[in-house]
């Protein structure tokens, strides 16, 4: 592998080192180790890793928005970096792959080794790594994040943490630790209506609150009566009381039991006539 720019020449393999610097998250360790676990398997030659760092040699790839990249790559802002933004960098012989904490860093990594290296992870046992000794790191000023906050194939061999990570994939469902970047926390997954609603609790003094059905109130196989205002106001603080006793949940699902059984009200009604959906 060579390491090159438009003003520099190529650089032998043997004199590129991967930097983990000092005071790097687990994430961003697991970055720096996974860069240089492909790194060699592309090349076939070995790529020394620099652990705890507080300086790079002039050949190296930088991993992470530690103290080393600050130094190096004064023109990047690296304080102000979103959760998974990214920024991979060339300058002279070194390139910065770093991003926000706790995912941008590992997402950098994963970027490059994607779109510049070639390498695809198809599976969480089937992958494509090429094969090129000849390897060269070009001139490079990407900044970038995911368009979307959350993103969650939801599909068996996408719950496996590594090819998640791997793959850009920050879903609940994967099993995902702080090594790997960890993942969105979810305050009630999906099909929170009664969770959030017991019927046991609240049907006997609120048939209100529950789907009318043939003109009666019920919550056998029932939803919840989304126009009351009152139910409304009951769920915005139950979101609320989720968001106080778990400071760390980012999204905090209000979606519909998973069968039938929508509200057959007259203020319902109109809406589902009007909108041609129970959406509505």
């Known amino acids: ?40 398997k592309i090349t076939g030659t070995d790529v020394p890793l620099a652990r705890d760092a507080t300086n ?6 930088v991993v992470g928005p530690g103290p080393v990249a600050k130094r190096f790559f004064r023109e ?14 060339s300058k002279g012989k070194r390139l910065l792959l770093a991003g926000g904490r706790p995912r941008g860093t590992l997402y950098a990594v994963y970027r490059w080794l994607h779109t510049q290296a070639g390498v695809r992870w198809w599976t969480p046992w089937a992958s494509t790594i090429p094969s090129n000794p000849k390897l060269e790191i070009r001139e490079l000023n990407v900044r970038e994040k995911p368009a979307f906050e959350a993103r969650d194939p939801f599909w068996f061999h996408a719950f496996d943490g590594a090819w998640a990570a791997r793959n850009y994939s920050n879903g609940f469902s994967a099993r995902l630790d702080e090594a790997t970047g960890g993942k969105v926390i979810y305050g009630g997954f999906v099909h929170t209506f009664f969770p959030l609603v017991p019927p046991k609790d609240h049907f006997e003094k609120h048939p209100e609150w529950y789907s009318e059905i043939k003109g009666k109130r019920t919550a056998d196989g029932g939803q919840l009566c989304t126009t009351n205002p009152a139910l409304r106001d009951f769920v915005v603080e139950r979101v609320r009381q989720t968001i106080r006793e778990n400071p760390n949940v980012n999204i905090v699902s209000v979606s519909q039991n998973d069968w039938y059984g929508a509200c057959e009200c007259p203020e319902c009604k109109a809406l589902d006539d009007a909108e041609g959906t129970h959406a509505a």
């Open 76 to 89: 990047v802002d690296l304080s102000n970096f979103g959760p998974e933004e990214l920024v991979m960098r």
């Open 56 to 61: 790079a040699p002039e050949a190296a790839i």
């Open 1 to 40: 592998m060579t390491l090159s720019s438009a003003a520099v020449a190529p650089t032998p393999a043997a004199q590129v080192t991967v930097v983990a610097q000092r005071g790097a998250s687990p994430a961003e360790i697991r970055a720096a180790e996974e860069l240089v676990l492909h790194l060699e």
